[in-house]
């Protein structure tokens, strides 16, 4: 399973990427703002940082909702460079600009799924990768896993290329229950990252080892 991480936020994405185990980058509207990001320039001038770190896609979501612009856009988006990935909703004429862009090409990200058929549509249109948002839906008392299980199965059925990334990704638990039900990808925070490392068996045993390596050798 591929390890994306979700942030704009560039030591984040440096120190993921020197972990080694870092595929890609996912990044967001609201996830560029929170960084302080503002302005085409300064917007495109982050996306050729964050690239410029990693070696693997980096999804740009475009800010059009009609077809025109965002064509207009995800073809601005890809002069950046070539790791760039056109995130586009998963709304009516996102799905004929994921078409658009697949007959180009051109790699898309179909973003903002929360359900099976909209996984269906984005697979049907060509997109590259398909986000379905897992824990936005546990947020809301619905399973988040089940519809990994649900895509995953489906795509299976007919044999689509489009990946099942797995977002809003939000602890160790969501990444190890998507390598379990099959996710192509996750996207998620540092942290949740982080924290797949720990184990206090781990922690005693090391120490355990330590304090006996050093007993032996004073
Ligand atoms: O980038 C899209 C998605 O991963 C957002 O996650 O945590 O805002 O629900 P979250």
């Known amino acids: 399973m591929k390890f994306f991480i979700d942030t704009a936020n560039l030591a984040e994405i440096?120190?993921?990427?020197?972990?080694g185990v870092l595929d890609g980058v996912t990044t967001n509207p609201s996830l560029m703002a929170k960084e302080g990001i503002s302005g085409k320039d300064n917007v495109f001038k982050h996306y050729k940082a964050i690239c410029?770190?990693?070696?693997?896609?980096?999804?740009?979501?475009?800010?059009?909702t009609d077809?025109?612009?965002?064509?207009?856009?995800?073809?601005e988006l890809v002069t950046i460079d070539e790791k760039i990935v056109v995130k586009i909703p998963m709304i009516k004429d996102g799905i004929k600009a994921i078409k658009y862009f697949s007959d180009k090409g051109?790699?898309?990200?179909?973003?903002?799924?929360?359900?099976a058929g909209q996984a269906l549509l984005a697979a049907k249109a060509g997109a590259t990768y398909v986000s379905p948002f897992i824990g936005r839906l546990d947020?809301?008392?619905?399973?988040?896993?089940?519809?990994?299980?649900?895509?995953?199965?489906?795509?299976?059925?007919?044999?689509?290329?489009?990946?099942?990334?797995?977002?809003?990704?939000?602890?160790?638990?969501?990444?190890?229950?998507?390598?379990e039900y099959g996710a192509d990808v996750m996207t998620g925070p540092l942290s949740a990252m982080l924290a797949l490392?720990?184990?206090?068996?781990?922690?005693?045993?090391?120490?355990?080892?330590?304090?006996d390596h050093k007993k032996a050798n004073s």
Do not use: W
């Open 52 to 64: 410029d770190i990693v070696t693997g896609d980096v999804s740009a979501e475009v800010i059009a």
């Open 14 to 19: 440096k120190e993921a990427q020197d972990l």
């Open 197 to 211: 490392l720990k184990h206090p068996l781990t922690d005693s045993g090391l120490e355990k080892f330590l304090a």
């Open 106 to 115: 051109i790699r898309t990200n179909c973003t903002l799924v929360f359900s």
């Open 139 to 179: 947020d809301i008392s619905y399973d988040g896993m089940d519809l990994i299980a649900q895509i995953v199965n489906i795509y299976g059925n007919y044999g689509y290329e489009t990946q099942v990334l797995a977002a809003s990704v939000r602890g160790p638990m969501h990444i190890i229950k998507c390598a």
């Open 67 to 75: 077809f025109a612009n965002m064509i207009k856009e995800g073809e």
